[in-house]
């Protein structure tokens, strides 16, 4: 066979499972949008069929032939081809490496591991839940070793998620970060300015709707192919041919589903500027979490945090809402735009002590894969962290080490791509203003092109091609730093609480 | 193998193909509900894997292997299991009796035939039209004689929708209608008494939605398991499990959106009503299409224009609405729910006159199929008979022979349905009355449980178990006949119109 004819039959099995990844996808979505109350037996049955349909198009050996055939004669392919290629053998790894009996016995620990957590945490009951997280870690290091990556499990798990990132790599960025960043953090809560957000109240929910709507637009949204319902829990799923964002509102919160959902603009900015062509290989796909995260950032704090962007549409939303912003001028506005409130629960911190929170997970989990905290000490170990970190000390477990469920299923090696996606954003926005220094006067005109543009040329069209390093130093010029985010948050936060 | 273990092994394969079919379902729902203006690509190669994927699961030979065991040993099994046995036969046969090349010919003609048709209707041009309806003609004779049913070729198209039924069946029912129907209509359309729907204007569509949400509820529709939204066509897709209808609204016919939603609702609760257990197999499947629509019309119909039914929703619909009734009667409001006026276009026709649309186009339809009518002539016999039938000479073909989609992609056999639902639904309505002589009077105080709860022990929990004929002679001891729905035409609207 020559290369083209197996490269193209390659082609052939990938957009089968792009395809079926897609229609499984949006049954996902519709799951959190639509679903009638008694419908989810129905639902688990589908996703049931998709899974194992999925599993067996990903699995064809027909791919495993090919493969094997491609990468003898990579000579003759292109450096696009050879990206296809490379990505295409870790996915078909991934998904035939794993012996059946842990596929299965994972599964049913998911399972297992949600209820068992969602009880241990209305209990605040730690002991329950650390068979549970033993077993987690356990089959985690199994799968690193199915996947030839020997003893380095957690740098396995962070792959996963942040293709080409290590513990490494992070334990240094994040110990620069957190050096300065803790004594940031004092500095500017033992500010006598306080943010009065609670002067926000009685947002109608039809015109949050349409002002977030006119906003994300604005932004560059294609809604086109692409839209924006309501779910329980906010998310961007779908690829750039048909991209499924959520929100929801709170009367009295009105900036939560506003941000929330220029946080979700921005991971659908970054699926809509993907390949539409190549949705279906690495050339069109998401270089990972990191770099997805830091789309969804710098548009959530960047640009919609700024003045610039308030400048623009702060007359829009009085005029949307004249009787609840009449009250509020437009420091308190701003000042409630950029509130930073510690607080023990990530999903609701602030921006700055975010990546404190994240810190936190990342220090845990390199020690529970390392052997050196035991899972039955990690409440003292959490909360001492918390105490160090944000001042803050948990009452209970329910708040600290209980509150996420990430580790419930073994999503180890997640968390620190929030963290990587900030730095990364604030990188690349540092870059973008040494070439465009106008750039926020056109968002003060309402003109977000030129960045939507640089992001869609520099980050979007590269798919998978580099890394989340790779590709800030490409573009950048420099290697991967958090003294960009530091400078950021400084220069936004200080002049406003401690001028 | 014993007959236990081929049973369940059959039943492992219906439900791999009922739960394809029931995401293939949901995806089509998002199509016409959801789907962003330029996402369609996307979904025509969604669509496309799932038909294939649908397609492998419902010829996979272990299925043919499987029933000819159950059928060798059909002593074995129990009547229910025989009625699955020879269902899924009927299925497997028309699944795998058709020759690649036919099945492909026909879907590329189906696609070929609703552009020819689409153009042919805007220009009203129906020469242009000739050759794709004598195609599609020529196809379907093709595709009885694979399926063995010879010359009996407009038998099988009408057994695919409506299983049992026969044309010799319904064209005795049918001119028995006929002769007792034209007179009907002109005694009526020749009144004074002229409805003032005009007067219906001004309803905000925000209060309609509640209204038939209300209303729909209230007649039993099950929203913990389905819900209504909005598409351009009104339908009902899904399953007991999850029923999804549609609906649209015109400001100024606020009936058009009530009575789509009964309709549809007619159509939910029977699919709400089949056994949830059995949903993959025939004994949780509908009938057919005869059967499916008599639950339709009858909750639109006899339920939905009672007096008994306004008795208790008018002074409802008035205080929601109480600008656009302060200048409306009673007696208006409900002349306008039972407003009769001939038209020549057969979804814009009221209850009465649509049989007359339905009896044009099965004794067309059966000419066709007999070879006594060219396709050439079509144009001429349709005007003749629209004159005969309506009183009304259509005055191009985009309103006479080019108005319907359905002989586009080769959907004959089709029509009579519509018309048989009407005459099962008046049938068993005055079959309930001699039980429930008080019925209505339920109806005035709200409560529509009767009837509700005797249809699903009568018609929904029997599945696919007797054919309409039969399941109608079961339920009221009668061959199935057009005098009920003639009686009914008659007590509704004589008294209206000649009183």
Redesign the interface.
Known sequence: MSTDTAYNELLTHL??VH??G??AS??GW?EQV??????A???A??N???AE?SHEAATNSRIGTLLTELEQAAINLSTDQQVVVREARKEYDRATKLPADYVREKAIQGSVGYHAWAKARAASDFASYIPVLEKNIKLAKQEAGYLGWGDRSYDYMIDKHDPGMTAAVITKLFSELKTELVPLVRQITSSKVKPRSDKLTGFPVDGQFKFLREVTEKLGF??????IDVSLHPFCSG?G??IRMTTRFREDEPLGALFGSIHETGHGLYEQGLPLAH?ATALGQAAGMGVHESQSRMWENQVGRSRAFWAFFEPRFREEFPAQTSDVTSDELYLAVNKVSPTLIRVEADEITYNLHIILRFEIEQKLFAGTLAVKDLPQAWNQSAEELLGLTPPDDRMGVLQDVHWSDGAFGYFPSYCLGNMIAAQLWYHALELRPDLTADFARGDFSWLLKWLQTNVHAQGKRHDALALTKRITGQELSPQPLLRYLRERYLPLYCA
Do not use: F, I, T
């Open positions: 957009k089968r395809y079926l897609s229609v949006l049954v519709d639509n679903l009638p109350p008694d419908s037996d129905q639902r049955e589908q049931a069929v998709l349909l294609n809604y086109r192919r692409g839209r690829n041919a048909d949705h």
